[in-house]
């Protein structure tokens, strides 16, 4: 019974087939009604997933080149024994100067197995956490050496709140401004570390 219907259906799906009559002015209407209706939902829908892709995108990008700045500072800050902080001589209020007043000399005895340590010997050496101009954009420079991103930190800053004179202890927070010239968007964030 059911070989039966299949095959009959077969045959009449194959004559609709080979029918040289074309379509028909109703189904023509109810397939452009149904057309209609479906692909604006659709596109509205892929449009949105795409923009907000593209958001979350530029997002990111700007968080991660601000992830990327904060990382080099500390990491150059780890790296740079440092005693105080002072103001830059400047008036440019994105600008921070690290200060290492002495030093301990550390000298390998003659079988490099052992140490010794010598007295402070004072050095006042000085390294700078500054916003540069790069290339038509502001980029941070820590003691000249540019940590260059993609990204565009016009309007950005470095404060700090000193708990005595010399700032031997301080916070310091770095305001950043973060946009990129690709995507016409400024992201602000904040970074914040004490010594």
């Known amino acids: ?3 039966n219907t ?3 259906w077969m045959a009449k799906s194959k004559a609709k087939i080979s029918d040289n009559r074309g379509v028909t002015l109703i189904e023509l209407l109810v397939t452009l009604t149904i057309s209609a209706i479906l692909l604006p939902v659709t596109y509205g829908a892929f449009i949105t997933g795409y923009k907000v892709y ?5 997002d990111a ?3 991660e080149d601000a992830d990327y700045v904060s990382a080099m500072v ?6 740079y024994p440092f005693d105080r902080i002072e103001e830059c001589s400047s008036s ?3 600008c921070i100067t690290f200060v290492n007043d002495s030093e301990k000399n550390v000298t390998p005895y003659s079988d490099k197995s052992f140490y010794e340590v010598e007295d402070e010997e004072v050095r006042n050496d000085q390294q700078t956490l500054e916003l540069v101009q790069v ?6 420079s820590f003691n000249g050496e540019v940590l260059a991103t993609p990204s565009d930190f016009t309007g950005s800053k470095v404060s700090t709140s000193c708990s005595s004179v010399p700032c031997e202890n301080a916070i310091i927070q770095l305001t950043y401004n973060v946009s990129d010239t690709r995507f016409h968007k400024t992201l602000q964030l904040e970074s ?3 010594f």
């Open 1 to 3: 019974m059911l070989g």
């Open 6 to 8: 299949v095959r009959h």
């Open 54 to 58: 593209e958001k979350v995108s530029i």
């Open 61 to 63: 990008q700007l968080r």
């Open 74 to 79: 500390m990491k150059n800050l780890y790296s």
């Open 92 to 94: 440019n209020e994105s």
């Open 135 to 140: 290339d038509g954009k502001e980029q941070w």
């Open 192 to 194: 914040s570390f004490g």
